[in-house]
């Protein structure tokens, strides 16, 4: 199933919807003193497809055709980190044993970092077997991250902690 996510009533959370429109879900009410910005995720083409918890208690996502990193707190407040290589079309993400959030970089064949307080150094970034190999998802497991490849493999990343 494909979700997307749709423009928010005042006041409420947004309402999810599977691709062809239908409603999955409704909305919670927001508290209060929620600040919910970023007009960016509803963007047209900003595409958010994957999300993962962050060590520092946030939400954090990719945004493939926006090419950027998004990171959203448990109030609400959204924060979008671009990506300094041009079409990385990042995709999936995963929080890394070194207290770092990892991603893919589909359009590029590599895998990125990004620190919780939002920096994403290029040397932070690491080809993986090609170009054209096209990393999707990630997940991290015994201090190493684990990607799989649409060229049909896996990739393991050691990490230092």
Known sequence: MNITAVPAAPGRAQAVHDRLGAPLADPAPLPADAEVSGDWVRAPGAFPSAIAAGPDGAMWFTLNQGNAIGRITMDGRTTAYPLPTEAAAPVGIAAGPDG???FTEW???RVGRIT????IASYDS????SP????HGIASSGGALWCALETGSLARIEVSE
């Open 132 to 135: 054209a190999c096209e990393p």
């Open 100 to 102: 770092a959030l990892w």
């Open 107 to 109: 359009g590029r064949g």
């Open 116 to 119: 919780v307080d939002g920096t």
């Open 126 to 129: 690491y080809d993986l077997s």
